[in-house]
């Protein structure tokens, strides 16, 4: 989840504010700012009769400062309490285009989203949704819109279906705010693309070299310190790399070798630690007043992007196709050439479902033919000392 702290909403607060993180104010109830990956935003959070209501004020910058901003949100506080509903009023968003309403969407859908899916939507929206459809009134969408957008991204099949996937979770927010009329979702059936899934894993001799690359440039600081030590918990354990990243030590339990995570992508999760992923952890040194295991460059905040670091180092290692999640597929790949079974991977992965766990079905296949040829040197050999 995005990290939420509590103080005085300030000039000084509001810059010093980390990508994916919430100040609430401390003397307006309900008053705060946001920031996810672009500049921070204003809101103010109320029950209206009886509903939780987010009211986008503004995004930081002329007009809205924290002063201007708290002075709109004592406003909006006033007109609830003389009974009026400031949320349904047509001064907040009326007859809006889709990238008007999608200011206001990402605060209050926003808030409820995991960071990897929040960084996700952030970027899709801006890369590719609101250049194409932002211009459009909401009221005004339809089905040939969708239609487009989805077709001009047809040559990249997850992100033209994971894109109408947030225009539909859009145009089902609008018609819950009375920007459309209800069951009017114009995705409502767009065919999805076929997707290819890929899957990468890593050989004996690519660990190897990724593990000497590690070396090198831990040994000549290259890179950072907590950047390094990230990409081999990864190796290590199999998280996800967003656990990873927002790791804090209070999470950590080296007495009993776990990682007890409160809030993963499938909820309250276990990681067990082996010894190489808890001698990672016991080398990292604790940082004063940041809580987080992987340290970022923002004072009290966690590293933010691991994607750079990845891309030189596996440049080095002659890795150049290899992702970060698929050293996720590795450590599965390598769970399984130890004669792991489907449900103890899936543990190991910390899968719900074991539908999920069934993609490295294919791996069985590896131990088994290792066994196989086991038994039959075995008997070879058995045969030819009989001989």
Same mark, same amino acid.
């Given at each position: 989840?995005? $990290?939420?702290?509590?103080?005085?909403?300030?000039?000084?607060?509001?810059?010093?504010? @980390?990508?994916?993180?919430?100040?609430r104010?401390? =003397?307006?109830?309900?008053?705060?700012?946001?920031?996810?990956?672009?500049?921070?935003?204003?809101?103010?959070?109320?029950? !209206?009769?009886?509903?939780d209501?987010?009211?986008?004020?503004?995004?930081?910058?002329? /007009?809205?400062?924290?002063?201007?901003?708290?002075?709109?949100?004592?406003?909006?506080?006033?007109?609830?309490?003389?009974?009026?509903?400031?949320?349904?009023?047509?001064?907040?968003?009326?007859?809006?285009?889709?990238?008007?309403?999608?200011?206001?969407?990402?605060?209050?859908?926003?808030?409820?989203?995991?960071?990897?899916?929040? =960084?996700?939507?952030?970027i899709?929206?801006?890369?590719?949704?609101?250049?194409?459809?932002?211009?459009?009134?909401?009221?005004?969408?339809?089905?040939?819109?969708v239609?487009?957008?989805?077709?001009?991204l047809?040559?990249?099949?997850?992100?033209?279906?994971?894109?109408?996937?947030?225009?539909?979770?859009?145009?089902?927010?609008?018609?819950?705010?009375?920007?459309?009329? =209800?069951?009017?979702?114009?995705?409502?059936?767009?065919?999805?693309?076929?997707?290819?899934?890929?899957?990468?894993?890593?050989?004996?001799?690519?660990?190897?070299?990724?593990?000497?690359?590690?070396?090198?440039?831990? @040994?000549?600081?290259?890179?950072?310190?907590f950047?390094?030590? @990230?990409?081999?918990?990864?190796?290590?354990?199999? +998280?996800r790399?967003?656990?990873?990243?927002?790791?804090?030590?209070?999470?950590?339990?080296?007495?009993?070798?776990?990682?007890?995570?409160?809030?993963?992508?499938?909820?309250?999760?276990?990681? !067990?630690?082996?010894?190489?992923?808890?001698?990672?952890?016991?080398?990292?040194?604790?940082?004063?007043?940041?809580?987080?295991?992987?340290?970022?460059?923002?004072?009290?905040?966690?590293?933010?992007n691991?994607?750079?670091?990845?891309?030189?180092?596996?440049?080095?290692a002659?890795?150049?196709?290899?992702?970060?999640?698929? !050293?996720?597929?590795?450590?599965?790949?390598v769970? +399984? @050439?130890?004669?792991?079974?489907? /449900?103890?991977?899936?543990?190991?992965?910390?899968?719900?479902?074991?539908?999920?766990?069934?993609?490295?079905?294919?791996?069985?296949? $590896?131990?088994?033919?290792?066994?196989?040829? =086991?038994?039959?040197?075995?008997?070879?050999?058995?045969?030819?000392?009989?001989?």
């Amino acid at each position: 989840m995005a $990290d939420i702290i509590s103080g005085r909403v300030n000039k000084t607060a509001v810059d010093r504010l @980390a990508p994916n993180q919430t100040l609430r104010d401390t =003397e307006l109830r309900g008053f705060g700012v946001r920031r996810q990956l672009g500049p921070p935003v204003y809101f103010l959070r109320k029950k !209206i009769r009886g509903r939780d209501r987010w009211m986008v004020i503004g995004q930081h910058g002329a /007009p809205w400062t924290p002063e201007t901003a708290r002075r709109e949100a004592q406003r909006l506080v006033g007109m609830i309490a003389t009974g009026q509903d400031p949320s349904a009023n047509t001064r907040v968003l009326e007859n809006p285009t889709v990238a008007q309403a999608v200011e206001q969407f990402m605060v209050e859908h926003g808030a409820m989203l995991k960071p990897t899916s929040l =960084e996700k939507y952030e970027i899709l929206l801006r890369l590719h949704i609101l250049p194409f459809i932002g211009h459009i009134r909401v009221n005004e969408f339809k089905r040939a819109d969708v239609q487009k957008l989805h077709a001009s991204l047809s040559k990249k099949a997850s992100t033209a279906n994971y894109c109408v996937a947030i225009v539909s979770k859009l145009m089902s927010w609008c018609e819950e705010r009375g920007f459309r009329p =209800e069951q009017s979702n114009p995705c409502f059936r767009i065919k999805k693309y076929r997707e290819t899934k890929r899957q990468r894993y890593l050989s004996r001799d690519e660990l190897a070299r990724l593990g000497e690359v590690l070396d090198q440039v831990a @040994a000549q600081s290259e890179e950072s310190l907590f950047a390094t030590a @990230a990409i081999r918990l990864l190796l290590f354990t199999g +998280a996800r790399v967003n656990e990873i990243l927002t790791l804090r030590w209070s999470y950590v339990d080296l007495e009993r070798m776990l990682l007890l995570l409160p809030d993963s992508k499938t909820g309250q999760k276990q990681i !067990i630690l082996n010894e190489p992923a808890a001698d990672v952890l016991r080398c990292l040194p604790l940082i004063a007043g940041n809580p987080h295991v992987i340290v970022g460059r923002r004072e009290g905040a966690h590293l933010i992007n691991l994607q750079k670091p990845w891309r030189r180092i596996r440049a080095q290692a002659g890795l150049g196709d290899v992702r970060m999640h698929d !050293i996720r597929h590795s450590f599965a790949s390598v769970a +399984a @050439a130890q004669r792991g079974s489907l /449900p103890m991977i899936g543990r190991l992965l910390g899968h719900n479902h074991t539908q999920t766990t069934a993609r490295y079905a294919h791996l069985a296949d $590896d131990p088994l033919r290792q066994l196989n040829q =086991e038994v039959g040197d075995t008997i070879a050999r058995s045969m030819k000392r009989n001989s």
